[in-house]
């Protein structure tokens, strides 16, 4: 399971001797890598009862880390694990209230595993149409001839344009008034900066606003797909398929289910067996 950032991480070992029962080592450490590369060492961890060693680690970052516990000394051995925390916004388009509404769930225990599969229907939708929850995006890029492509799309917004390196804001156009600067050209994402050429950093809000119904129906379906495969999965096997997930499938392995792709646009490239693009 993935946890939020803020969170506490329940982190463990358990200690044995030569006969495998519960036993002290000598001294026992933590040493967790966080994900920009640095590390927080807790040393030594006191066991909470015998052979076993408990730790609570409060989440700072978001990413993957690696817990690394050393017992030295008697009963010396060692142990490595990685846990995931998301970011306080990862991009999520669909709330866990709307996929159990869409499952027709009525507890909560499922609740953990749900949220990541959220994320992975989401992300899944994202990788083939581009940024749907709006964020904003910073880029340093490279103006030729007053044009500059941004590399993440759809854009909504241009927040600011500086150049670089001495970050002097570029202004708004105004054609009426004849002043030079940036304007967005079109939605696909390219920029124009009249009559110049150089370096620029350019904040921009990325994604749909607002966000589009069968984009967040598109999502609740893939979810569910998701869900219902993995309860049941025929021995370990691909789930089984139902008669439009059949013709998706027909059409090229591992595509997304046919009401999905019909959801988002995509059953266009399908039919005529094209790559699915953003």
């Known amino acids: 399971m993935s946890w939020d950032l803020g969170d506490k991480v329940p982190l463990s070992i358990a200690v044995t001797d030569s006969e495998n029962v ?9 040493t967790i890598t966080l994900p920009d590369g640095s ?3 807790i040393d030594p961890v006191v066991p909470t009862s015998t052979g076993i060693y408990d730790y609570d680690y409060l989440a700072v970052q978001a990413g993957r880390h690696n817990a690394y516990w050393l017992a030295t000394g008697v009963n010396a051995c060692s142990f490595s694990d990685v846990f995931d925390v998301v970011p306080a916004d990862d991009g999520d388009f669909v709330s ?3 996929v159990k509404h869409h499952l027709k ?10 949220r ?8 899944v939708i994202k990788d083939r149409m581009g940024h749907v929850a709006p964020a904003t995006v910073v880029a340093d890029l490279s103006a030729r001839r007053g044009v500059l492509v941004l590399p993440e799309r759809p ?15 570029v202004p708004p156009a105004d054609p009426l008034a004849g002043t030079d600067g940036w304007t967005l050209k079109n939605s696909e994402g390219v920029l124009l900066v009249p009559a110049w050429c150089g370096d620029v950093r350019t904040t921009y809000r990325v994604g749909r606003s607002p966000l ?15 869900w219902q495969g993995s309860q049941h999965n025929n021995g370990g096997g691909r789930p089984a398929l139902g008669d439009s997930d059949a013709i998706a499938a027909s059409v090229r ?6 009401r999905v792709s019909e959801l988002l646009g995509l059953k266009r490239h399908q039919e005529r067996d094209e790559p699915l693009v953003g």
């Open 253 to 258: 392995p591992y595509a997304l289910p046919y």
């Open 105 to 114: 769930k009525l507890t909560d225990e499922d609740d953990e595993d749900l």
């Open 116 to 123: 990541w599969f959220i994320g992975a229907a989401c992300q």
């Open 22 to 30: 519960p036993a002290n080592a000598g001294n026992v450490s933590l």
């Open 96 to 98: 866990l209230a709307d």
């Open 155 to 169: 854009v909504i917004s241009i927040t600011s344009v500086v150049r670089l390196p001495g970050g002097e804001a």
């Open 39 to 41: 590390t927080t060492t």
């Open 212 to 226: 589009p119904q069968n984009f967040r129906l598109a999502a609740l379906d893939l979810v569910r797909h998701l």
